[in-house]
């Protein structure tokens, strides 16, 4: 077992096991329920994480989480309405309200 990524965040670290499962690799999450006792641990050591079981998967997944943590930020768009550059988050623009058209 291989540990594949940790945050403080539960939902970026459900999302990176989904994404990974997805992908026909087997992982698992370790501190799920830890948190309560960051008072007693350091809050590193309580944080969720996710491990992938058969090392042999570890660079294939690296790969995915790398590729699926930097493409949240690139994929802006420009709108057709204002040519107002909207984050790719965005399904309407924020200046003019007309839809996102990919």
Avoid at 18 to 46: C, H, P, Q, R
């Amino acid at each position: 077992m291989k540990l594949i990524y940790t945050h403080e965040n539960r939902l970026l670290v459900s999302n990176v096991k989904n994404i990974l499962e997805n992908s026909d690799i087997a992982v698992t999450l370790k501190n799920e329920y830890v948190g309560s006792a960051s008072g007693d641990l350091s809050f590193l050591n309580t944080w969720p994480e996710v491990w992938v079981l058969n090392e042999n998967d570890y660079e294939r997944a690296m790969h995915l989480v790398n590729a699926a943590l930097t493409n949240e930020t690139k994929n802006e768009w420009t709108c057709p309405g204002c040519n107002e550059t909207n984050a790719a988050t965005f399904d309407l623009c924020w200046n003019c309200q007309k839809e996102n058209v990919v």
